[in-house]
Structure formats: structure tokens, C-alpha cells
């Protein structure tokens, strides 16, 4: 089973600052990483898929790269409805989520 | 804009069967894999199985000598069965559409509100 690991648990900025998540996999998942928010009391939402590409409707501030085992998602402005917790997700071998980054604003 | 929403009991007693249901609105159940995951209180979310619209099915190694996932496409539905629940079984479960890209199944979206089971006598 491929092990994802996010940091920080927990991350604490203000409005219009610039938020970096970091998940990481315990092998090499090559681009096949998603990252997902979850708002409290609503169901998981498509963020990026493939790494680096946005989901429909995804506002451009939020962008992921990387690959192999290293990902980022970094919010460039952070606003106040960004407040959610972030999983990223791989399907290279079976479908494993990150136990999440917990963002406050 | 394709919803969908799981609907079943709220409590299943521990040995017993917790059964879910996902309805589909706003688009078909053909040409996607659907998929059912988990998320325990206080605790991240793990993928439990999928079925295509065609009735193939898999699910998490763990799980899987415990787990039936069917579609039933004349209703736009797709459902779960999980048998002899334990307390950790509990969790909010979510149901999800994913694409198929290249014979596998893709990303996550949409998902479900979820609902929560418990187990407990």
C-alpha cells in the first residue's frame, strides 16, 4: 500500500498570503496525484488532478506540481472561504488518500 | 450537474449488514466507475470499492472477503454492502463518480454529502 503523508497538519495564515501543502508518498506515484478540499460539513471537492491540473470551476490561485514521490499545493492568495482541510489522493497502485492539512485563515 | 446523495440507516448493530444507496441525478450511470469511501471519525478517508456501470466491481484487499458493491442501472443507483460490522466500521460514507481513463478508474468528483453509520448495540 502507498503511504501519503501531508505536512504541516495543521497550517495558519492570513488573508492574501501564500499557503504551501506538501504530501508525500512512500513510493514513486508519477503524476497520478490529486488534492481535494473539504469545507466543514460538505463532501470532498476536485481540486487538481494529474499533479498539475485544474478541476473544473477551480479558481487559478490554487496549482499543484511535482511528481514521483514530492507534490505542493500552494493557494497564491489565500481568501477566507479557503478554510477547509486538503487530502491529496494517488491511484498509481490502488487508491490511497493523505490523512490532510487542516488550513485556518 | 450530476448530484449524488447516499441514503440508508443511521445505526447497524455490530455482526450485522450496513447497507448503503447512492442516487444519481442529473446525468447517467453509464460510461463511470462508481465508487464507495469511508472516513471515520477523526480520521482520513480510505476507498472501499467501486463497480462500473457494466456491474464490475472491486474493493480494497482488506475488505473485500466482507464487501458487495452492485449497480442497478435502470434506477440510476448503485449500492453498498458491508457485512459483520464492528465498531470500526464506523465512519461517514461517501459515494463518488470517477471517470475511466485508459481502462482504470480516475479521479474522485463528484462526491456524495455522505452519511454517517454507526455500529453499536
Known amino acids: 500500500e502507498i503511504v501519503l503523508t501531508q505536512s504541516p497538519a495543521t497550517l495558519s495564515l492570513s488573508p492574501g498570503e501564500r499557503a504551501t501543502l506538501s504530501c508525500r508518498a512512500s513510493?514513486?506515484?508519477?503524476?497520478?496525484l490529486a488534492w481535494y478540499q473539504q469545507k466543514p460539513g460538505q463532501a470532498p471537492r476536485l481540486l487538481i488532478y494529474?499533479?498539475?491540473n485544474r478541476a473544473t470551476g477551480i479558481p487559478a490561485r490554487f496549482s499543484g506540481s511535482g511528481s514521483g514521490t514530492d507534490f505542493t499545493l500552494t493557494i497564491s492568495s489565500l481568501e477566507p472561504e479557503d478554510v477547509a482541510v486538503y487530502f491529496c489522493?494517488?491511484?498509481?497502485?490502488?487508491?490511497?488518500f493523505g490523512q490532510g492539512t487542516k488550513l485556518q485563515i | 450537474q450530476v448530484q449524488l446523495q447516499e441514503s440508508g440507516p443511521g445505526l447497524v448493530r455490530p455482526s450485522e449488514t450496513l447497507s448503503l444507496t447512492c442516487t444519481v441525478s442529473?446525468?447517467?450511470?453509464?460510461?463511470?466507475?462508481w465508487s464507495w469511501i469511508r472516513q471515520p471519525p477523526g480520521k482520513g478517508l480510505e476507498w472501499i470499492g467501486y463497480?462500473?456501470?457494466?456491474?464490475?466491481?472491486n474493493s480494497i484487499p482488506s475488505l473485500k472477503s466482507r464487501v458487495t458493491i452492485s449497480v442497478d442501472t435502470s434506477k440510476n443507483q448503485f449500492s453498498l454492502k458491508l457485512r459483520s460490522v464492528t465498531a470500526a466500521d464506523t465512519a461517514v460514507y461517501y459515494c463518488?463518480?470517477?471517470?475511466?481513463?485508459?481502462?482504470?478508474?480516475?479521479?474522485?468528483?463528484?462526491w456524495g454529502q455522505g452519511t454517517l453509520v454507526t455500529v453499536s448495540s
Open positions: 489522493q494517488q491511484r498509481n497502485n490502488w487508491y490511497t
Open positions: 442529473g446525468g447517467s450511470i453509464s460510461g463511470y466507475y
Open positions: 513510493q514513486s506515484v508519477g503524476s497520478y
Open positions: 463497480v462500473s456501470h457494466t456491474g464490475s466491481t
Open positions: 463518488a463518480r470517477a471517470p475511466i481513463i485508459r481502462g482504470a478508474m480516475g479521479w474522485f468528483d463528484p
Open positions: 494529474d499533479a498539475s
